[in-house]
């Protein structure tokens, strides 16, 4: 079994709704995203899957969120989720599933982590 794994960064603000403390104001963070992808076999050139075709979908995904409210996106907030870096590593790893696996047959997403600093993150994945 192969992983290939990619991160990028970004930064946005966000609110967590109902949390009894600092984070229910208004505060930002550079978020790191990182994705591991999965397959057992290589294409003819050694690579499981090309490094930039999994950074462009990556990119496509969080150029939505990259300085921005995240409360204020479709899915968070008012009437949606919570945006904790769990509901974000959930979101992110859902909206990549497919187009991850499409780009090579035999490719599976493994996790997804989400930092709000250097020290703290999420992780998100399914058994599969």
């Given at each position: 079994?192969?992983e290939?794994?990619?991160?990028k960064?970004?930064?946005?603000a966000?609110?967590?709704?109902?949390?009894?403390?600092?984070?229910?104001?208004?505060h930002?963070?550079?978020?790191?995203?990182?994705?591991?992808?999965?397959?057992e076999?290589l294409?003819?050139?050694?690579?499981?899957v090309d490094?930039?075709?999994?950074?462009?979908?990556?990119?496509?995904?969080?150029?939505?969120?990259d300085?921005?409210?995240?409360?204020?996106l479709?899915?968070?907030?008012?009437?949606?989720?919570?945006?904790?870096?769990e509901?974000?590593?959930?979101?992110?790893?859902?909206s990549?599933?497919?187009?991850?696996?499409?780009?090579?047959?035999g490719?599976?997403?493994?996790e997804?982590s989400v930092?709000?600093?250097?020290d703290?993150?999420?992780?998100?994945?399914?058994?599969?």
């Amino acid at each position: 079994m192969y992983e290939l794994t990619v991160s990028k960064s970004f930064s946005a603000a966000h609110i967590l709704c109902g949390y009894p403390g600092d984070c229910a104001r208004l505060h930002g963070h550079t978020w790191t995203v990182q994705v591991k992808v999965k397959g057992e076999e290589l294409d003819n050139l050694g690579m499981l899957v090309d490094f930039k075709a999994i950074k462009k979908e990556l990119m496509n995904l969080i150029d939505q969120f990259d300085h921005r409210f995240i409360n204020d996106l479709d899915g968070f907030g008012d009437g949606g989720v919570n945006p904790t870096a769990e509901n974000l590593a959930f979101y992110i790893y859902r909206s990549l599933e497919k187009p991850v696996e499409a780009l090579r047959a035999g490719i599976r997403m493994k996790e997804v982590s989400v930092w709000e600093s250097p020290d703290a993150y999420a992780t998100y994945w399914e058994d599969k």
